[in-house]
C-alpha cells in the first residue's frame, strides 16, 4: 500500500457520481485546460471500442442516458476530474464513495482497481444489466416527499407478485423504486395518494440495483473473478453496508452484491460526517450528489469538481 498519509486531509471526503450525472458537453472547460481530461477518456475508448470524449461532446442526452454508453462515460468523467486534482494538489481524502457506478471510480482512485480494468468491468456490468431485463419490461421512478418507510411498505403492498422495491435512497425525502414497470407505475400511483410531493419516472434503460439485476449479478460475480484488485490505500465506504473494505475479495462480494442491492447513499454520507467529514468533493461530471448531499446534513461543506472554478474553490477552503 503507497504511503500517502502525510498529504491525507481526514477533514475531507471525495464521492463520485453515476448514472443520471451524465450530460452533453460535460467537462468541456476542465478538458480545454487540462489534457489529462481526454487522455482518460481516450483510454476508455480504446477499451470500449467507441469514441466517449466525442460522444460526451457531441452526442444526443438520449444516446449517453443509454447504459451501456453512460457507464464508461461516467467512470473515465469521474477518473479525469480526480486525475486533475492530483497533478494541481497535494491533498488526498481520508475517505472515498462513489453512487453506484461511481463507487468504480472510487475504487480507482484508491488504487484499488486499475484503470483499464475497470473501464472493461463497468462495460460488461453494463452489457448483463441491459440484457437482464428487455426494454420496457422495468423501470425507475423517484419518490419526492414521503419518509422512507412508507415508500416501502407502500412498494411492499403494490408489487402485486412482481418486483418493486426501494434502489437508492438518496436524501431523507427523496428515495428511488425500481422494479418491473407496471408495478413501479402502480407504486407511483399510491405514494401521490399517500402524499407523496412528486413521482418521477427516470429516463433509465435498465431498472437498477432490484431484484431484476439477479440474473446479470450471477454471471457478473464470474467477470469480477477474473480482475486484479488490491486494498485501497484511501478508505472507500460501499454502497451495499456503508463500509470500508481492505480485503480483495470482500470487495468483489461488495461489487456483485450492488447490482441487485439499494443504494444507501444517505447513510453514505452520515458516516462521514460521522467520520469528522466537513468537506464533501464532488468528483466527476454534474452536481447531482451535491444537491443531495445538502439535503442530508447541512453542516458539511460541499464542493461540486466539475469546472476549474469548483477546483479551485476546493483548494481555497483547504489552504
Same mark, same amino acid.
Given at each position: 500500500?503507497?504511503?500517502?498519509?502525510?498529504?491525507?486531509?481526514?477533514?475531507?471526503?471525495?464521492?463520485?457520481?453515476?448514472?443520471?450525472?451524465?450530460?452533453?458537453?460535460?467537462?468541456?472547460?476542465?478538458?480545454?485546460?487540462?489534457?489529462?481530461?481526454?487522455? @482518460?477518456?481516450?483510454?476508455?475508448?480504446?477499451?470500449?471500442?467507441?469514441?466517449?470524449?466525442?460522444?460526451?461532446?457531441?452526442?444526443?442526452?438520449?444516446?449517453?442516458?443509454?447504459?451501456?454508453?453512460?457507464?464508461?462515460?461516467?467512470?473515465?468523467?469521474?477518473?479525469?476530474?480526480?486525475?486533475?486534482?492530483?497533478?494541481?494538489?497535494?491533498?488526498?481524502?481520508?475517505?472515498?464513495?462513489?453512487?453506484?457506478?461511481?463507487?468504480?471510480?472510487?475504487?480507482?482512485?484508491?488504487?484499488?482497481?486499475?484503470?483499464?480494468? &475497470?473501464?472493461?468491468?463497468?462495460?460488461?456490468?453494463?452489457?448483463?444489466?441491459?440484457?437482464?431485463?428487455?426494454?420496457? @419490461?422495468?423501470?425507475?421512478?423517484?419518490?419526492?416527499?414521503?419518509?422512507?418507510?412508507?415508500?416501502? &411498505?407502500?412498494?411492499?403492498?403494490?408489487?402485486?407478485?412482481?418486483?418493486?422495491?426501494?434502489?437508492?435512497y438518496n436524501s431523507p425525502g427523496q428515495l428511488v423504486i425500481a422494479g418491473h414497470a407496471a408495478a413501479v407505475e402502480r407504486a407511483m400511483t399510491a405514494c401521490l395518494d399517500a402524499g407523496a410531493r412528486r413521482a418521477m419516472k427516470l429516463p433509465?434503460?435498465?431498472?437498477?440495483?432490484?431484484?431484476?439485476?439477479?440474473?446479470? &449479478?450471477?454471471?457478473?460475480?464470474?467477470?469480477?473473478?477474473?480482475?486484479?484488485?488490491?486494498?485501497?490505500?484511501?478508505?472507500?465506504?460501499?454502497?451495499?453496508?456503508?463500509?470500508?473494505?481492505?480485503?480483495?475479495?470482500?470487495?468483489?462480494?461488495?461489487?456483485?452484491?450492488?447490482?441487485?442491492?439499494?443504494?444507501?447513499?444517505?447513510a453514505t454520507v452520515r458516516e462521514m460526517v460521522a467520520m469528522g467529514v466537513e468537506m464533501l468533493a464532488e468528483c466527476g461530471p454534474g452536481r447531482v450528489l451535491s444537491g443531495l448531499g445538502r439535503r442530508?446534513?447541512?453542516?458539511?461543506?460541499?464542493?461540486?469538481?466539475?469546472?476549474?472554478?469548483?477546483?479551485?474553490?476546493?483548494?481555497?477552503?483547504?489552504?
Open positions: 500500500m503507497p504511503d500517502i498519509q502525510s498529504n491525507i486531509n481526514k477533514e475531507l471526503a471525495f464521492v463520485f457520481p453515476g448514472q443520471g450525472s451524465q450530460s452533453v458537453a460535460m467537462l468541456d472547460e476542465l478538458g480545454a485546460r487540462h489534457r489529462e481530461v481526454a487522455a @482518460t477518456f481516450e483510454e476508455a475508448s480504446d477499451v470500449v471500442g467507441r469514441d466517449l470524449w466525442k460522444l460526451s461532446r457531441e452526442g444526443a442526452p438520449e444516446d449517453l442516458a443509454q447504459t451501456e454508453i453512460t457507464q464508461p462515460l461516467m467512470l473515465a468523467g469521474g477518473v479525469a476530474v480526480w486525475r486533475v486534482w492530483t497533478q494541481t494538489s497535494g491533498q488526498k481524502p481520508g475517505v472515498m464513495a462513489g453512487h453506484s457506478l461511481g463507487e468504480y471510480s472510487a475504487l480507482v482512485a484508491a488504487g484499488a482497481l486499475r484503470y483499464v480494468d &475497470a473501464v472493461q468491468l463497468v462495460a460488461d456490468r453494463a452489457r448483463l444489466m441491459q440484457q437482464a431485463v428487455p426494454a420496457g @419490461t422495468g423501470a425507475m421512478a423517484a419518490i419526492l416527499g414521503l419518509d422512507d418507510e412508507i415508500v416501502e &411498505a407502500i412498494c411492499r403492498e403494490m408489487a402485486e407478485k412482481q418486483v418493486v422495491a426501494a434502489a437508492n433509465v434503460s435498465v431498472p437498477s440495483h432490484c431484484a431484476l439485476m439477479g440474473p446479470a &449479478a450471477l454471471e457478473f460475480a464470474e467477470l469480477v473473478k477474473g480482475v486484479d484488485l488490491a486494498a485501497p490505500s484511501i478508505p472507500v465506504l460501499h454502497n451495499v453496508d456503508v463500509r470500508a473494505r481492505d480485503d480483495v475479495e470482500s470487495i468483489r462480494t461488495a461489487l456483485v452484491e450492488q447490482l441487485s442491492a439499494p443504494v444507501r447513499w444517505t442530508i446534513d447541512k453542516s458539511a461543506q460541499w464542493f461540486p469538481m466539475d469546472s476549474e472554478a469548483g477546483l479551485a474553490k476546493l483548494q481555497k477552503a483547504m489552504d
